[in-house]
C-alpha cells in the first residue's frame, strides 16, 4: 500500500473510524465552555476524510455552521495511550480545534508502521483536550 491514502467516510478503515468514536468523547471531557460547544459540535458532527499517513492517521470532521463555536478559536492538545497489534512502541493522538471548530483528530505511532487495519488493543490514560490560546 502506497501512503498518504484518503478515504471517503464509508471507505475508511472501521478501526479507525472505532478508535475515533472511542477517542473523541473523552478527550472533550470536561466543564471549560469551550469543552461543553465542542462536544455540541461532536455531537453533530460528520467526518469528512480520514488520511493514513503510513505512521498514523488524520480524520477531519464536518461540523454544522449552525453550532456553536469554542473559544479560544485555536488550540490542540489531549493525549492517550494507544497500544496497537505489532507495534512495539505504541501510538498517541492529538486533537485539533481551528476557528472555533472541532477540526481534527491525528493519530500516530512513536517509531512503527500505522498498518490500514490497525488492530488497537487497549486506549489506556486519556488525556483531555485543555483549551488555551497556543495551538
Known sequence: ME?????????????????????VPSLLNGDHPALVALREQYRRAR??????????????FEIPVDSPLA???NF??????????GATHG???VL????GRLSTLEGYTYADSWP???RVLAVDN??????????
Open 116 to 118: 490500514e487495519h490497525a
Open 3 to 23: 501512503f498518504p491514502k484518503k478515504y471517503l467516510p464509508h471507505e475508511a478503515p472501521t478501526e479507525v473510524l472505532t478508535l475515533v468514536k472511542r477517542l
Open 126 to 135: 486519556i488525556m483531555p483536550i485543555i483549551p488555551s490560546n497556543a495551538g
Open 76 to 85: 490542540a492538545g489531549g493525549e492517550a495511550i494507544i497500544t496497537l497489534e
Open 96 to 99: 485539533f480545534v481551528r476557528d
Open 47 to 60: 467526518v469528512s476524510v480520514v488520511e493514513l499517513t503510513g505512521v498514523g492517521f488524520h480524520v477531519d
Open 91 to 93: 501510538a498517541g493522538c
Open 71 to 73: 473559544v479560544p478559536p
